[in-house]
Structure formats: C-alpha cells, structure tokens
C-alpha cells in the first residue's frame, strides 16, 4: 500500500508544479496541496504495512486524539509558529516606503547617474552595484516598481536598448536579495522553525556564503550586460522623458545616503535586531529628510500610512506564507512514502546535488519544483528526508534557485511581468538574456556552495 500511496503522493506533486507553472494562486493551491498531503499520508497509515510503520514513528498516531493531534499541528502551530517571520517582512516593506518616500532611493540612482556621465556601460555598472545594495534593505513589489520607474528610463535614454536595461534591472534586484535580512528570516523558514539553530544567523550566512552569492550575481549580471550592448544597436527614444521626470525631483540630504544599508551593517556586524534597524534607520530618514515637520498627529498619520502602504505591498506574499508552514509540516508525514518511491534514486552526496541542481536551474523557472517560492518546498522535504544534509547547505542549493533563476529571470514574478508591460519588452526577448545569466551565475553559486559550505558538522543537520 505504501508504494501505492507514494506514486500517488508523486503525481500531486507533479500537479502542483504544473499548477505553478501556469500562474495560478500560491496560497490556494498550497492549501490544496497541503489537505491531499493530510489524507493519503495519515489514511494510508491504516492500511501500511507494520514494518513500515515501525521504521517511519511519525506516521504511528493512537486513535481520533493522536490524529488530532496532528491535524492542530499542521493547521494551527505550524502558521503561528512564522510570526516571527510576519513580523520582519512587515517592518522591512515599512522601511522601503519609507526609503521611497523621503526621497533617498531615488536621490542615490540619480547621484549615481550624474557619475556615469554619458557611457553606458560606467552608468549601468554604478547602477547595478546602487539597485543591489538598495534592495539589501528593500524588498516587494512596490520598492521594485518605485526604483524600476527612476532606473529604467535612465538606462534607456542612454540608447540601452529595453531588453537590456530590464535584464541588468532585474539582476540587479536578484543580487541584493540575496543579502536582504527580510527575505532571509522568510527562506530561512522553510529549512527549520524560528527557535532552532540560533547560530544560523544573517551575519553567519553572509560571511560564509551570502555575500560570494550577492558578488557573483551582480558581477556576472554587469558583465553580460557589457557583452550584450557591445552586439547591439543602440536607441534614445526615452531621453526627453527621462531629464524632465529627473529635473523636478528634490535630492534628500547627502548624510543620508547611508541610511539603506544601517539595518544590514547592524545586523552583520553587531548581530542587531532586523526590526530594530528598520525602525532607527526609517526614523532617521524621516526626521533627517524633513518629512516629520507637521503635527504629532500628521506625522503619525504619516508613519500609519507609510506602514499601510508596505503591508498592502506584501499581501500576497503574507497569505502564501501563511499556507506555507502548513505544507511544510505535512511534507513531514509524507516524506516516508517518498522514501520508498525516491529514496534509491535521490541524490545523497552534496557534489552530486551541486551539479544535479546545477544541470537543472531551468527548473527554477516557472515557479518549477526547485524555487521554493513555488513548488520547491515539496523537493526540500524529500531530499532533507532522504540524506543528511546541513541546513547551510540546503539553504544555499535553494536558494540558487529560488533568488537566481526566479526572482531574477523568470516572468512569472510579480515585478519581472510589470517590467514588460513598462518599458513593452517581449518576454522571449527578456528570457534569450535572463536564462544564459541564470546558468552562467547559478553554476558559478553552487561551486561557491560546495566549497564553503559542503561538509560541516553534525550540529547543522537537522
């Protein structure tokens, strides 16, 4: 009965994939998902055999109480358990707006811009290296948008041609996430609970591989920009409209420039609460910027409506979040089935999951079964079932994906389809340079992977 319920198991899987790929709803289908993954798992207990239940504990439950049991655990502690997690993705889109409303975003692409001059390739290296370090801090949509509507028509009133401008955008706001506190509280999620592994922190994961990742995808992004604008023909249809939209802008002071990165450094250096960065670095902007000259009362209807506006950003990544937990607590009784059906043929060595992983990036594509912003949370519980791998580790090989190949490449993200409807870029156009700089940067990331993180000790696993 268990091989049957295995292939079962298998073939939803591979539903939900094909569900992602099309574009429908994270949240409802993980829901689904997760109430298939409840029923077949925990019924087909009944009817396994006592040699597989007594290897697999986690499927013994004693009677309508034991199960239960379980059901509370997957349905209500596994949700609650990511407030933590709520919290930060909360206060960082907070700290975005904040960013976008006081001006220091756009003030830090146009003093970036004033560098470059008129050559290209100078202006969209300095661009690159400004939009990665802005979204260390930022995260969402809306910043994506806010910032992409100053860069884009700045790259092309160079003569950059849209395809291009958009490729080194995109790339651009992929490598920064890879360093971005919010984003690493909620991919960090996915691997163990807020309470386990307190050595496992932001400071922790840059220095031992975060910040290769964030230098890798920026620099091969910069350079493929440079090798696609020297093949192609140049364009300055966005010029006029660029200066105008420029000329009517106010610069934020200059000594607040550094303000986007204070809750990284922060938490780099001393370890510092995320929140606690946003809130001192988001004060200081407003009060420094002059936004905080009204009324106690106006200024507050400020910090109120700023907070409104980031959370609106982040709705839909909230419900899928949400959902999320539910899913990875199930995965954990369905995981014996996929041991029976996988477990042969799962990688269990980190060199061969390096280049497994490696070979295949363009699964990541589509929200496919390696982006755990997708389906990849299904392949998380069935290959951290099968071998012993450390947490660093796993958090490295999805990552890759996850950030690389579908934040940075794929048209199915939320800010990359806003991106061609803008600047009316075709997506066949965008792929032909976004793929080749998925595999060029993700190969590169998981040698980084396998050499600094490969082999650690038993007090990683899990």
């Given at each position: 009965m268990e091989y049957i319920i295995g292939i079962i198991l298998l073939l939803t899987f591979f539903g939900l994939a094909y569900y992602c790929i099309k574009g429908h709803n994270l949240m409802i289908g993980f829901l689904v998902i997760t109430l298939v993954w409840t029923i077949l798992p925990l019924g087909g207990a009944l009817f396994a055999s006592e040699a597989f239940l007594e290897s697999n504990p986690v499927l013994q439950y004693d009677g309508v109480k034991g199960l239960v049991k379980i059901l509370n655990n997957i349905y209500q502690s596994a949700p609650e358990g990511w407030g933590t997690t709520l919290v930060n993705v909360c206060w960082g889109a907070w700290f975005g707006r904040v960013l976008m409303e006081t001006g220091i975003a756009s003030t830090l692409i146009r003093k970036t811009v004033e560098l470059g001059g008129d050559k290209p390739f100078v202006t969209i290296t300095l661009l690159n290296v400004v939009t990665a370090v802005i979204f260390t801090a930022m995260t969402g949509a809306g910043p994506v948008i806010a910032i992409g509507v100053i860069v884009l028509p700045i790259l092309m009133s160079l003569g950059i041609p849209k395809a291009i401008a958009m490729f080194s955008f995109m790339g651009s706001v992929a490598a920064g996430i890879f360093m971005n506190p919010v984003n690493f509280a909620q991919y960090r999620a996915f691997f163990i609970r807020p309470d386990e592994m307190p050595d496992f922190t932001l400071g922790w994961y840059v220095s031992h591989w975060g910040f290769a990742a964030f230098l890798i995808m920026l620099v091969a992004t910069t350079v493929l920009a440079a090798l696609y604008l020297k093949s192609s023909k140049t364009s300055h249809a966005w010029a006029a409209q660029t200066r105008g939209a420029g000329s009517e802008q106010k610069n934020a002071p200059f000594y607040t420039l550094i303000l986007p990165i204070v809750p990284v450094i922060l938490k780099i250096w001393l370890d510092f609460s995320v929140i606690g960065g946003f809130v001192i670095a988001g004060f200081a902007a407003l009060f420094l910027c002059g936004r905080m000259k009204g009324t106690f009362k106006?200024?507050?209807?400020?910090?109120?409506?700023?907070?409104?506006?980031?959370?609106?950003?982040?709705?839909?990544?909230?419900?899928?979040?949400?959902?999320?937990?539910?899913?990875?607590?199930?995965?954990?009784?369905?995981?014996?089935?996929?041991?029976?059906?996988?477990?042969?043929?799962?990688?269990?060595?980190?060199?061969v999951v390096c280049i497994a992983f490696a070979v295949l990036l363009f699964m990541g594509l589509f929200r496919g079964p390696m982006t755990l912003v997708g389906c990849g949370a299904a392949t998380l519980g069935v290959l951290s079932n099968v071998a012993n791998f450390s947490v660093p580790f796993l958090y490295a090989v999805f990552a890759i994906p996850t950030i690389t190949v579908n934040i940075g490449s794929c048209i199915t993200q939320s800010w990359v389809a806003w991106g061609l409807a803008y600047t009316k870029v075709d997506s066949k156009d965008f792929l032909k340079l976004s793929i080749p700089n998925s595999y060029v940067t993700g190969v590169l990331q998981y040698i980084a992977a396998f050499v600094m993180l490969a082999g650690l000790g038993a007090e990683w696993f899990i």
């Open positions: 106006e200024n507050c209807q400020l910090v109120n409506k700023l907070y409104y506006d980031g959370v609106v950003d982040t709705a839909p990544l909230v419900g899928f979040l949400l959902t999320l937990p539910m899913f990875n607590s199930v995965a954990t009784y369905a995981s014996p089935y996929f041991k029976v059906i996988l477990g042969g043929i799962m990688p269990k060595s980190e060199l």
